[in-house]
């Protein structure tokens, strides 16, 4: 079965709205498994021995359950960890291209220096912008990514005799890869599968839960574990979705860049 569909609406819908409709649902199985439990004791009345058993039953289920959020979190988190070291990375290579650069004759100094400049002003909008406004910021990209590559063919003939010509390509081929790098890790989420089956797990949970617990203080406490169960399944979808939620990776080493970037090209020249 494809569960495509419930990844894209994880990644678009309001998070309070999926905080309310999961613990909605989860108490909603929760009383249909305390119906279940009424109805049956009318029907045959409580085995004996049966508590005790329930209990290693629901034990061992929310061991399970445990064990499958804490691998659905890892993977979450995985994913974050790699798009914030990319961030870092991206921008070591954009200095580097952009002081490489800064070798280069006029007038194609000049150009290649202004077209990084926009490169890193369009990325850091791009990391902030929410999913209807990337379009256009997608497409300055990968303007600026052609013209960053025309540049370098424009000037490749002032260097080609120069050993200093495959360590400024390498430089520009690394801030392009490093493009596609980025663009992947957004785009890369948990398995739609692996949150279908959690999604599974917890609804059936707190069905278990509600047929198993009786009391009105035990069901209090119930409800309380189905409060945290729905908060910690808030915190993976998002920091699952890098372009809405409100965890995201930091802009600071691009934003260092673009102030390092505002410092004019002469200043390169004290010693020329």
């Not at 390509?169 to 992947?184: E, G, M, P, Q």
């Not at 409100?246 to 090209?265: F, K, S, Y």
Request: hydrophobic share 55%; with cysteine; proline share 3%.
């Amino acid at each position: 079965m494809d569960w495509t569909f419930l990844q894209d609406w994880l990644a678009t819908a309001h998070l309070g709205l999926l905080v309310l409709l999961f613990f909605l649902l989860m108490c909603l199985s929760a009383t249909l498994g305390a119906l279940l439990r009424r109805a049956q004791r009318r029907r045959a009345g409580a085995e004996a021995g049966s508590e005790g058993q329930q209990g290693y039953i629901v034990s061992a289920v929310l061991g399970l359950l445990a064990l499958l959020m804490g691998f659905t979190f890892s993977i979450a988190v995985e994913r974050f960890d790699a798009r914030r070291l990319l961030v870092l990375e991206e921008a070591n290579a954009i200095g580097t291209a952009y002081l490489r650069a800064q070798l280069l004759s006029e007038p194609h100094r000049a150009r290649m220096s202004g077209i990084l400049r926009q490169y890193v002003d369009n990325r850091i909008a791009l990391a902030r912008a929410r999913p209807g406004e990337a379009s256009p910021l997608l497409a300055r990209n990968d303007a600026l990514v052609t013209d960053m590559w025309s540049a370098t063919s424009a000037a490749f003939p002032t260097i080609q005799g120069l050993d200093f010509s495959s360590v400024y390509l390498n430089a520009v081929n690394a801030v392009i890869d490093l493009d596609a790098s980025r663009k992947a890790a957004r785009m890369a989420r948990v398995p739609a599968e692996v949150v279908a089956v959690l999604l599974i797990y917890l609804v059936t949970t707190a069905g278990m839960l509600g047929y198993v617990l009786q009391g009105a203080a035990v069901k209090a406490a119930g409800a309380f574990l189905l409060a945290l169960l729905t908060l910690s399944l808030a915190l993976i979808v998002d920091i699952d979705r890098p372009t809405l939620g409100g965890i995201v990776e930091g802009q600071g080493p691009m934003e260092a860049l673009r102030d390092a970037l505002a410092t004019p090209p002469s200043v390169y020249d004290r010693w020329r």
